[in-house]
């Protein structure tokens, strides 16, 4: 399965980081940085906000952008009305690299989600060494660790984006307390997408909480439709940097320029 190759290569990552630096490290690092950017009021303050994916590849698809700019394709988001930005920082299956977050927080005033699979508690302080505000911890990759994964990333600044498929991995999230919690309607074993999970989970979220759909948006209609069950967010990567005109298909996505294709 793919996330099962997905972790192993994980495992392997983060035994070469434990070896190049540690906490200690790391915590001297985040004395120095600024205070983290309100991530979940960004997201969550809005009546349609779009969290624009920084995404050159996937597993299933292979490259999807040709002449990959990071800082560009950040510039163009926070342009054209992102509530916020996710950089996709996993090397292998993704072609992220960690300083391509670093260099779009830098530049852009937006809050800066990093993408990842975190499965150890160095890569949290990692994420917020590299300039980070909020971090992506997904339920089926920690399970019964999740719980202190999201109380270390709090402590760091960090918003923690809780990622759910199921009503198993919703139930383990919402005992763990997330308040920002992402429906990913992307299966991680197969990579199929079926943009209705987000709505058949949503039904079971309180209202307290920020939801956010993931995967599977491709056009302004697929919005239109989590909009009226209820969600106003949305993560969205493929369908951004496959677009002809990127800005014009961010601003189409927003309701704000109905042109785009």
């Known amino acids: 399965m793919i996330l099962d190759k997905i972790i192993e290569t994980k495992k392997e990552e983060v035994a070469v980081l434990k070896k190049t630096t540690t906490v200690e490290r790391l915590r001297d690092e985040i004395a120095g940085r600024p205070p983290c950017r ?11 906000a779009v969290i624009a994916e920084v995404k050159c590849a996937s597993p299933s698809r292979g490259r999807l952008v040709e002449h990959f700019d990071p800082l560009a394709l950040a510039t163009i988001y926070a342009q054209n009305g992102a509530a916020a930005i996710s950089v996709l ?12 977050l670093a260099q779009i927080r830098r530049a852009v005033h937006l809050p800066v989600l990093r993408k990842d699979f975190i499965i150890d508690p160095l890569q949290i302080y ?5 300039g980070a505000d909020a971090v992506l911890l997904i339920v089926r990759v ?5 719980s202190a994964f999201i109380d270390l990333a709090r402590t760091l600044g960090l918003s923690p984006l809780v990622e759910v498929h199921t009503e198993e991995d919703l139930r383990l999230a919402l005992g763990a307390g997330a308040e920002i919690i992402g429906i990913n309607n992307r299966n991680l074993d ?14 079971s979220i309180p209202e307290d909480k920020t939801v956010v759909a993931e995967s599977a948006i491709k056009h302004r209609a697929d919005i239109d439709y989590l909009m009226n069950e209820g969600i106003k967010a949305f993560l969205i990567g493929e369908g951004l940097v496959t677009a002809p005109d990127i800005g014009c298909k961010l601003q189409s996505f927003l309701g704000s320029n109905g042109q785009c294709r």
Do not use: N, Q
Request: a positive charge.
């Open 126 to 130: 990692e994420t917020r060494a590299i």
């Open 190 to 203: 197969t990579f199929v997408t079926d943009i209705t999970t987000s709505r058949d989970l949503k039904k």
């Open 89 to 100: 920082t996993d090397e292998k299956y993704f072609l992220g690299h960690k300083d391509h």
């Open 38 to 48: 309100d991530f979940r009021g960004a997201v969550g303050g809005r009546r349609c």
């Open 142 to 146: 920690l399970g019964p660790m999740l």
